[in-house]
């Protein structure tokens, strides 16, 4: 199989992304490009691959994510702010509604972050607190800023579902060690967490700002994941640690976004969608056979870097 990709990415959360609309392969095939493509030991390595896929009408356009493992995930917004790009392009618009696996969301051009920072403005939601729905089976029907006896940890987490499901504690300091035991407890599917979860350790930092740190379903500890940028910053409101209604910045290893969330359950996150190169890749049996690195977009990602160093 040959595909002609664009590896890119949102807030350091990195991607190949591939234009899948004339594209008919089925679900299988996918999980096992994304296996091959995503790999980080391989020549082109992500958190998973984006699918650029087709909408409902001739003026929309959908998303589908898959994993580096080749499970897929309900959604992924630093990934959907890049897709949201690429469908702009093709369609020729600066706005529009996503389809994602299990939900929608609305995308649209926003001002630049600074200089030469391609910047798209995501809304998602209204988030799930209901925790049977992911399943979660202890016996609150929600958890806010509580011990999860299941889990086996003394943190108090807040549960919050945008559609993925994310546990997010906030911390005075981030303990790696225990994130990635966290994170590996609930990857392995316990029974009572059927469906895995995002873990996320939060420090606030000042009084309009946070930092997240987050071990990725599917992906393992990783330097950005948009939809626990969100999740976190719903469940800072819902706990009284930010005010709902008002912007903040949400940092992490990749970068930043700025984020506001509603009392209604919406989150809308404006993040960078960067462009790092574009190319072709052949997948053979035994995984990526040869790569061809066809344009790069330096000017791009130095843009990138500077901002972040600027506003970091």
């Known amino acids: ?33 994304a296996v091959a493509l995503a790999d980080r030991d391989g020549p082109v390595g992500g958190d998973g691959i984006l699918l650029l896929t087709e909408g ?16 897929e995930a309900e959604t992924c917004l630093n990934g959907l702010r890049c897709v949201a790009r690429a469908g702009f392009e093709a369609l020729g618009v600066a706005q529009a509604t996503v389809g994602l696996k299990t939900s929608h969301a609305s995308v649209a ?14 809304v998602a939601g209204p988030v799930d607190l209901a925790v049977a729905n992911w399943p979660m089976l202890t016996d609150a029907a929600r958890v806010i800023d509580a011990v999860i006896p299941e889990l086996g940890s003394a943190q108090a987490f807040t549960a919050v579902a945008i559609p993925n499901p994310h546990l997010v504690s906030f911390v005075e300091a981030i303990d790696e060690n225990e994130l990635v035991a966290l994170g ?8 009572w967490l059927p469906n895995r979860a995002n873990v996320s350790f939060v420090e606030m930092r000042g009084e309009n700002a946070l930092f997240v ?12 994941c948009g939809s626990a940028m969100a999740a976190s910053t719903y469940a800072a409101c819902l706990t009284g640690r930010l005010a709902f209604g008002r912007e903040a910045t949400v940092f992490n290893r990749g970068g ?31 995984g990526v056979v040869a790569v061809e690195v066809k344009k790069t977009f330096a000017a791009e990602s130095a843009a990138w870097r500077a901002a972040v160093a600027a506003i970091g």
């Not at 409902?56 to 499970?71: I, L, Q, T, V």
């Not at 051009?109 to 995501?122: C, K, Q, W």
């Not at 590996?184 to 029974?191: L, S, V, Y």
């Open 56 to 71: 409902k009408d001739a003026h929309s356009f959908g998303m589908r994510m898959f994993n580096s493992d080749g499970s």
């Open 1 to 33: 199989m040959r595909f002609d990709f664009i590896k890119c990415h949102g807030s350091g959360n990195d991607f190949p992304m591939i234009d899948a609309r004339a594209l008919s392969l089925d679900d299988a095939a996918w999980s096992r490009v």
């Open 184 to 191: 590996e407890r609930c990857e392995a599917a316990p029974a």
């Open 109 to 122: 051009r926003d001002r630049d972050l600074a200089p030469g920072v391609v910047t798209i403005r995501e």
């Open 256 to 286: 930043l976004v700025l984020a506001e969330a509603s009392a209604d359950g919406m989150v809308r996150l404006s993040g960078n969608a960067t462009y790092d190169y574009a190319g072709s890749v052949e997948i053979g049996a035994e």
């Open 213 to 224: 740190r987050t071990f990725e379903r599917g992906v393992g500890l990783t330097d950005s």
